[in-house]
């Protein structure tokens, strides 16, 4: 094998320049180069198989041969001696094809100059890479390895089938799949976001980039002209041209023959790179995360580049300020060919919800947006006829679904590729490579707790005396009635009425009991859901603006000790943000600092208001702390010893003497001076209320060391209020935090496992875990970019065992009790804020529409930045 893959690089660079082929492009290895395994395989009775073909086939079963689909029917049997896979309760889809990704290479950047067109990603590819089980288990079965992003004209990249457990990189490509190269704009080839080495080296502008191609192009014509000269006339010459595979490698793109992907986000670029490429007789192949496609689509269409982009990233940079969830349906609505595609090893993983947001946002129909990560991407990578849809004759790629694919409680049973299965929930350890770990769970399933609320009759006597009062003050009422109304703490109430009174819920309950008062607002809701606003307990919404742009985060503070800090006052009541994650149904969020270690008092704000106080919820609700980790390797028996975590417990320490004796002097029996006002008095003052147990404390860990190292640290300070956030291995240590009644706002719902010795669903069945060992379990963001799919964290984890109604209960009335505002808000009871969402159906599903909100009973308006440039470049012609 080894002989073989250097007899076919050999092969690649002795060709010659500009060696004459007969296919349109370069290929990346040639059909049969090498051998690659394939499987027979018959898949029984499935419940549907969606092609991406224009058709979805309902109970039938598909036949698999030699790695190639060779039936699709209701009425077939299996041959003898071919494995029979049980297909009842599954769907099919083709499997996902990831036009962007950097898995499976052990590097991806060649920085060291701006033109590297000879450097090659298939040189650098890892087979065992564990990234390439990671995408398996998100049903992706065929990933894009570009270079990276540092160039202007980056490395030749790789397209690789996920052969998960192959010894030979070659052993991955796609026989017979283009070479493609990878172009770069923007921020991160003008190094503006590295510090001084963004002047280090040419280009550190937009106008220096398009000089680079300008002048790289240029070069490449004359190297051309050169050996043209000398073919035609070689006695005329006494020794051929110098050969130089830099320049050899752009003639071959100016010639079509290496197909462009060029990374890209604002559309003036988008536009620049099109020019110089017609200037120079070739095209873009793609332009990849493309996040301001949406407001050139037409030239890109008459250009004949095709988009792949982000589903919904945004802010995390300068350039991606404009970014919107509606780019790839203003792009593919335009006739521009568009996928989608991950970048990360989390997005694959995640790849089912991708392409159900081009539904939500932009109306896609399912056939087109289930398209955008199968049929699509082959398509722009050339390789349709392969694979990309499920068809007879293809090569038989499949992912195996539990269910629907637009259900967000769907998952990935089997990724199967060329026939043979290389993820397998059944078999997942075994296909992984590693021992099966499991974890203790105690056996009964707790019922949800439920705050103690009034029973159904005095309910209705207080919306009584509720609404005798509101006519002797001749307060308004609005009246929502006609939807199925989830209280959230009792079943649904089928054709309900919500009564809203001053900005709070007057009465709920059926039609049949609720009496809507004479001239009060009545608002029709028939056909539609009416549940409680959703809580973010973690968040910097209002603090951040631009991920990268300093001078737009204030979530970031000097010190690593900042317990007198609040979040409240760093809250731009003005942020885009804050509208987007509202028109999602976040209605109230905690914010907080997010540097150090005791990193400041979160604020609970709701998602309206034009000034910090007018927003504020509850000011100084909890501590947040970036729990140290204690020293020494992560086996070791974790100790309150060495560092920042000794620091943090001296600390503490005082904290508990100058409660007892108000003193900034560690001497408890120093005199209190009330004229002292240093900072570390004001620390001090921060904390009693802490360590008094006044005010819950969050602390951030996540590993199960560092979790457990956290219980050690509580032992010492008993009166502390500890919730736990991100937790991403709790799940190991979830007796110990039942026992304790440690709540957790679970963060690992959408991450990916940290250790490759758990299961790959680990992560995702953290949440299912702790509840079955009766631990109280919410989830956070813990960022503002995806504060708005909040949602969405509590429905991977329902996908994954957690009961849909605890899910539920942990983005609304959970969050809220852990912050001690359960008599507040997170559901419908008479009473509470009247923050209420009206939706399409369950708030969880991604295809949901949210369509309506009160904030503190006032509807408040659900467009965005992000709607508001949908509208003004949807109709651009």
Same mark, same amino acid.
């Given at each position: 094998?080894?002989?073989?893959?250097?007899?076919?690089?050999?092969?690649?660079?002795?060709?010659?320049?500009?060696?004459?082929?007969?296919?349109?492009?370069?290929?990346?290895?040639?059909?049969?180069?090498?051998?690659?395994?394939?499987?027979?395989?018959?898949?029984?009775?499935?419940?549907?198989?969606?092609?991406?073909?224009?058709?979805?086939?309902?109970?039938?079963?598909?036949?698999?041969?030699?790695?190639?689909?060779?039936?699709?029917?209701?009425?077939?049997?299996?041959?003898?001696?071919?494995?029979?896979?049980?297909?009842?309760?599954?769907?099919?889809?083709?499997?996902?094809?990831?036009?962007?990704?950097?898995?499976?290479?052990?590097?991806?950047?060649?920085?060291?100059?701006?033109?590297?067109?000879?450097?090659?990603?298939?040189?650098?590819?890892?087979?065992?890479?564990?990234?390439?089980?990671?995408?398996?288990?998100?049903?992706?079965?065929?990933?894009?390895?570009?270079?990276?992003?540092?160039?202007?004209?980056?490395?030749?990249?790789?397209?690789?089938?996920?052969?998960?457990?192959?010894?030979?990189?070659?052993?991955?490509?796609?026989?017979?799949?283009?070479?493609?190269?990878?172009?770069?704009?923007?921020?991160?080839?003008?190094?503006?976001?590295?510090?001084?080495?963004?002047?280090?080296?040419?280009?550190?502008?937009?106008?220096?980039?398009?000089?680079?191609?300008?002048?790289?192009?240029?070069?490449?014509?004359?190297?051309?002209?050169?050996?043209?000269?000398?073919?035609?006339?070689?006695?005329?010459?006494?020794?051929?041209?110098?050969?130089?595979?830099?320049?050899?490698?752009?003639?071959?793109?100016?010639?079509?023959?290496?197909?462009?992907?060029?990374?890209?986000?604002?559309?003036?670029?988008?536009?620049?790179?099109?020019?110089?490429?017609?200037?120079?007789?070739?095209?873009?192949?793609?332009?990849?995360?493309?996040?301001?496609?949406?407001?050139?689509?037409?030239?890109?269409?008459?250009?004949?580049?095709?988009?792949?982009?982000?589903?919904?990233?945004?802010?995390?940079?300068?350039?991606?300020?404009?970014?919107?969830?509606?780019?790839?349906?203003?792009?593919?609505?335009?006739?521009?060919?568009?996928?989608?595609?991950?970048?990360?090893?989390?997005?694959?993983?995640?790849?089912?919800?991708?392409?159900?947001?081009?539904?939500?946002?932009?109306?896609?129909?399912?056939?087109?947006?289930?398209?955008?990560?199968?049929?699509?991407?082959?398509?722009?990578?050339?390789?349709?006829?392969?694979?990309?849809?499920?068809?007879?004759?293809?090569?038989?790629?499949?992912?195996?679904?539990?269910?629907?694919?637009?259900?967000?409680?769907?998952?990935?049973?089997?990724?199967?590729?060329?026939?043979?299965?290389?993820?397998?929930?059944?078999?997942?350890?075994?296909?992984?490579?590693?021992?099966?770990?499991?974890?203790?769970?105690?056996?009964?399933?707790?019922?949800?707790?439920?705050?103690?609320?009034?029973?159904?009759?005095?309910?209705?006597?207080?919306?009584?005396?509720?609404?005798?009062?509101?006519?002797?003050?001749?307060?308004?009422?609005?009246?929502?009635?006609?939807?199925?109304?989830?209280?959230?703490?009792?079943?649904?109430?089928?054709?309900?009425?919500?009564?809203?009174?001053?900005?709070?819920?007057?009465?709920?309950?059926?039609?049949?009991?609720?009496?809507?008062?004479?001239?009060?607002?009545?608002?029709?809701?028939?056909?539609?859901?009416?549940?409680?606003?959703?809580?973010?307990?973690?968040?910097?919404?209002?603090?951040?603006?631009?991920?990268?742009?300093?001078?737009?985060?204030?979530?970031?503070?000097?010190?690593?000790?900042?317990?007198?800090?609040?979040?409240?006052?760093?809250?731009?009541?003005?942020?885009?943000?804050?509208?987007?994650?509202?028109?999602?149904?976040?209605?109230? #969020?905690?914010?907080?600092?997010?540097?150090? =270690?005791?990193?400041?008092? /979160? @604020?609970? %704000?709701? !998602?309206?208001? $034009?000034?910090?106080?007018?927003?504020?919820?509850?000011?100084?609700?909890?501590?947040?702390?970036?729990?140290?980790?204690?020293?020494?390797?992560?086996?070791?028996?974790?100790?309150?010893?060495?560092?920042?975590?000794?620091?943090?417990?001296?600390?503490?320490?005082?904290?508990?003497?100058?409660?007892?004796?108000?003193?900034?002097?560690?001497?408890?029996?120093?005199?209190?001076?009330?004229?002292?006002?240093?900072?570390?008095?004001?620390?001090?003052?921060?904390?009693?209320?802490?360590?008094?147990?006044?005010?819950?404390?969050?602390?951030?860990?996540?590993?199960?060391?560092?979790?457990?190292?956290?219980?050690?640290?509580?032992?010492?300070?008993?009166?502390?209020?500890?919730?736990?956030?991100?937790?991403?291995?709790?799940?190991?240590? #979830?007796?110990?935090?039942?026992?304790?009644? =440690?709540?957790?706002?679970? /963060? @690992?719902? %959408?991450? !990916?496992?940290? $250790?490759?010795?758990?299961?790959?669903?680990?992560?995702?069945?953290?949440?299912?875990?702790?509840?079955?060992?009766?631990?109280?379990?919410?989830?956070?963001?813990?960022?503002?970019?995806?504060?708005?799919?909040?949602?969405?964290?509590?429905?991977?984890?329902?996908?994954?065992?957690?009961?849909?109604?605890?899910?539920?209960?942990?983005?609304?009335?959970?969050?809220?009790?852990?912050?001690?505002?359960?008599?507040?808000?997170?559901?419908?009871?008479?009473?509470?804020?009247?923050?209420?969402?009206?939706?399409?159906?369950?708030?969880?599903?991604?295809?949901?529409?949210?369509?309506?909100?009160?904030?503190?009973?006032?509807?408040?308006?659900?467009?965005?930045?992000?709607?508001?440039?949908?509208?003004?470049?949807?109709?651009?012609?």
């Amino acid at each position: 094998m080894r002989q073989l893959r250097t007899l076919v690089a050999a092969s690649i660079l002795a060709a010659g320049p500009f060696a004459a082929i007969e296919a349109q492009w370069k290929v990346q290895i040639e059909a049969g180069a090498v051998p690659v395994p394939r499987g027979d395989l018959f898949i029984e009775n499935l419940d549907a198989v969606w092609t991406a073909n224009d058709t979805v086939y309902r109970n039938v079963s598909i036949l698999i041969e030699d790695g190639v689909i060779r039936a699709i029917g209701p009425d077939l049997t299996a041959p003898a001696g071919v494995t029979v896979v049980e297909g009842t309760g599954h769907t099919a889809i083709p499997g996902l094809v990831d036009e962007h990704s950097h898995i499976a290479a052990r590097s991806i950047n060649e920085c060291t100059g701006p033109v590297v067109p000879e450097v090659r990603v298939i040189d650098a590819l890892d087979p065992e890479a564990y990234g390439i089980y990671r995408a398996l288990s998100g049903g992706v079965t065929v990933a894009h390895v570009l270079h990276g992003s540092c160039n202007p004209i980056g490395g030749q990249s790789a397209i690789i089938k996920l052969r998960w457990g192959t010894d030979d990189p070659l052993g991955l490509l796609v026989q017979g799949a283009p070479q493609t190269v990878k172009f770069a704009l923007g921020e991160n080839v003008t190094r503006k976001n590295f510090g001084s080495e963004g002047l280090q080296r040419f280009p550190a502008s937009r106008e220096g980039v398009e000089a680079v191609y300008v002048q790289a192009f240029t070069a490449a014509q004359e190297y051309k002209k050169a050996w043209d000269d000398y073919r035609r006339n070689r006695r005329a010459y006494r020794v051929p041209p110098r050969r130089d595979l830099r320049l050899e490698a752009l003639v071959e793109i100016m010639e079509g023959r290496i197909l462009v992907t060029a990374h890209s986000y604002r559309s003036d670029e988008i536009l620049m790179l099109m020019r110089v490429a017609e200037r120079f007789g070739f095209k873009i192949n793609t332009f990849t995360h493309v996040l301001e496609g949406y407001k050139v689509a037409d030239e890109m269409a008459a250009h004949g580049a095709a988009g792949s982009t982000f589903s919904d990233w945004w802010m995390y940079k300068l350039e991606a300020y404009d970014a919107i969830p509606y780019n790839p349906s203003i792009m593919h609505q335009h006739g521009v060919k568009t996928s989608l595609n991950s970048d990360s090893q989390l997005l694959q993983t995640f790849f089912l919800y991708e392409f159900n947001k081009p539904v939500k946002y932009g109306g896609v129909s399912r056939e087109d947006a289930l398209r955008m990560l199968t049929r699509n991407p082959a398509e722009i990578l050339h390789i349709d006829d392969k694979v990309g849809t499920i068809e007879v004759g293809k090569q038989a790629d499949i992912a195996l679904l539990s269910g629907d694919p637009f259900d967000v409680y769907t998952k990935v049973m089997k990724t199967i590729i060329d026939g043979i299965v290389y993820y397998d929930t059944e078999r997942e350890a075994e296909l992984r490579g590693e021992p099966v770990r499991t974890f203790p769970l105690v056996e009964v399933v707790p019922e949800v707790t439920t705050p103690t609320t009034t029973g159904s009759a005095d309910l209705f006597s207080r919306a009584t005396d509720a609404m005798a009062d509101a006519t002797a003050v001749q307060v308004s009422v609005t009246a929502l009635v006609g939807a199925t109304v989830h209280p959230v703490s009792r079943p649904p109430i089928s054709n309900g009425i919500v009564l809203i009174e001053g900005g709070r819920i007057a009465a709920v309950g059926p039609a049949s009991a609720v009496q809507v008062p004479a001239g009060a607002t009545v608002v029709n809701l028939a056909g539609k859901h009416l549940y409680p606003g959703l809580v973010n307990p973690i968040t910097q919404l209002g603090m951040v603006e631009i991920g990268q742009v300093a001078a737009s985060r204030d979530d970031r503070e000097v010190g690593r000790y900042n317990p007198h800090i609040r979040a409240l006052t760093g809250v731009h009541p003005h942020s885009e943000a804050i509208p987007v994650a509202r028109a999602n149904g976040i209605t109230t #969020a905690l914010t907080a600092p997010a540097s150090g =270690i005791i990193q400041g008092m /979160g @604020s609970v %704000i709701q !998602l309206k208001g $034009d000034t910090p106080e007018r927003m504020a919820v509850a000011d100084r609700v909890a501590l947040v702390i970036n729990f140290p980790r204690p020293k020494g390797e992560a086996w070791d028996e974790p100790k309150l010893e060495g560092g920042r975590l000794e620091e943090l417990v001296q600390l503490f320490e005082r904290a508990v003497l100058y409660a007892q004796h108000p003193s900034t002097n560690d001497d408890p029996t120093a005199p209190f001076d009330p004229n002292v006002t240093n900072r570390d008095a004001m620390m001090l003052q921060a904390l009693v209320p802490v360590v008094t147990g006044e005010v819950p404390v969050l602390f951030r860990a996540w590993r199960e060391r560092d979790i457990r190292t956290l219980l050690l640290f509580l032992d010492k300070f008993p009166d502390v209020r500890p919730v736990l956030v991100g937790a991403d291995q709790a799940f190991r240590v #979830a007796n110990e935090l039942a026992q304790r009644e =440690i709540p957790v706002i679970v /963060g @690992s719902a %959408i991450s !990916l496992t940290a $250790d490759r010795e758990d299961p790959i669903s680990a992560a995702w069945e953290n949440a299912a875990i702790l509840h079955s060992a009766g631990v109280t379990v919410a989830f956070g963001t813990n960022d503002v970019q995806q504060a708005r799919n909040l949602p969405y964290h509590a429905a991977r984890s329902a996908a994954y065992g957690l009961p849909k109604d605890v899910a539920l209960r942990g983005v609304t009335l959970t969050p809220a009790e852990i912050l001690g505002l359960g008599d507040e808000m997170g559901s419908i009871d008479v009473g509470k804020r009247a923050d209420l969402i009206v939706t399409t159906g369950d708030p969880l599903q991604i295809v949901t529409q949210v369509e309506r909100a009160f904030i503190g009973g006032e509807e408040v308006s659900l467009e965005s930045k992000h709607t508001r440039l949908w509208k003004a470049f949807r109709d651009r012609h």
